[in-house]
């Protein structure tokens, strides 16, 4: 039941930024390109669960900056894994490859970056590519 409360959570945000975010969905005249959504999941292995938790409190930073300065980053997520304590699971999705760069060069997730790893044992990113969908604001943009 909770990880459904997170995918109810996550659609709505989707749809919110669907509404207030319309003009940035476009695609870019000059370019020429179909913007298209462009993600990742990424699984984090800390070294125990106390490591976890101060990952979390990590990630919260971020995600105010994310909610407050990134349009293009439609979806950023933190999960548990169900009997893996020390386990997390990130499902970002940005508008392009565009708005993933510009996240990437933030200071809020600089900070991130440089610091996530004395909770970490491990991780493992997976870029996706967005062929079809529902609920992220982009579909019919091929």
């Known amino acids: 039941m909770k990880l459904v409360a997170v995918f109810l959570r996550v659609k709505k945000f989707c749809e919110s930024q669907r509404i207030s975010d319309r003009a940035t969905l476009e695609p870019k005249a000059d370019r020429g ?4 959504g462009f993600g990742l999941v990424v699984r ?8 976890a938790n101060a990952f979390d409190a990590l990630a919260a930073e971020a995600l105010r900056g994310i909610h407050e300065l990134e349009p293009g980053t ?6 548990t894994v169900a009997g893996e ?3 997390r699971v990130f499902y970002e999705l940005y ?5 993933f760069e510009a996240h990437e060069q933030q200071p809020h997730v600089k900070r991130f970056l440089a610091e996530r790893g004395q909770f ?7 870029f996706l590519n967005e062929v079809a969908s529902k609920g992220t604001g982009l579909e019919g943009s091929r």
């Open 33 to 36: 390109a179909v913007a298209m």
């Open 44 to 51: 984090f292995t800390a070294h125990d669960e106390e490591a």
């Open 74 to 79: 439609l979806v950023y997520a933190n999960h």
């Open 85 to 87: 304590p020390a386990v």
């Open 95 to 99: 508008r392009d490859r565009d708005a």
């Open 120 to 126: 970490l044992r491990s991780f493992e990113v997976t």
